[in-house]
């Protein structure tokens, strides 16, 4: 069973950036393909990226693409996400996911964090 912790949201201005990380234990982390999804007050969880356990086969969504990079450090197991650029609408909690059970931008991984939460003022 693996256990993926968020951290590094916060509160930032427009046009700032923010890194976020997901440590993860009590598994295979480097055999699993790991994502970020995110979830504003009252829509449903969204895809926003994906990396493969290499660290190739990166995607991301259409919305933060030239904005946020995912990378992945299988020494420490643990998957990052740096967001530049940040926008009002990036505002939501972000989730760290792995392990796909489906398709990679639907929310259907085995693994879930907790979420941590990154506010964006205009």
């Known amino acids: 069973q693996v256990q993926l912790v968020e951290s590094g949201g916060g509160l930032v201005q427009a046009g700032g950036s923010l890194r976020l990380s997901c440590a993860a234990s009590?598994?295979?982390?480097?055999?699993?393909?790991m994502a970020w999804f995110r979830q504003a007050p009252e829509k449903e969880r969204e895809f926003v990226s994906r990396i493969g356990w290499s660290g190739s086969n990166i995607y991301y969504s259409g919305s933060v693409k030239g904005r946020f990079t995912i990378s992945r450090d299988n020494a420490k197991n643990t998957v990052y996400l740096q967001m530049n650029s940040l926008k009002p609408e990036d505002t939501a909690v972000y989730y760290c996911?792995?392990?796909?059970?489906?398709?990679?931008?639907?929310?259907?991984?085995?693994?879930w964090g907790k979420g941590t939460l990154v506010t964006v003022s205009s």
């Open positions: 009590g598994g295979s982390f480097s055999r699993y393909a």
């Open positions: 996911a792995g392990n796909s059970r489906g398709t990679y931008y639907t929310p259907n991984y085995a693994y």
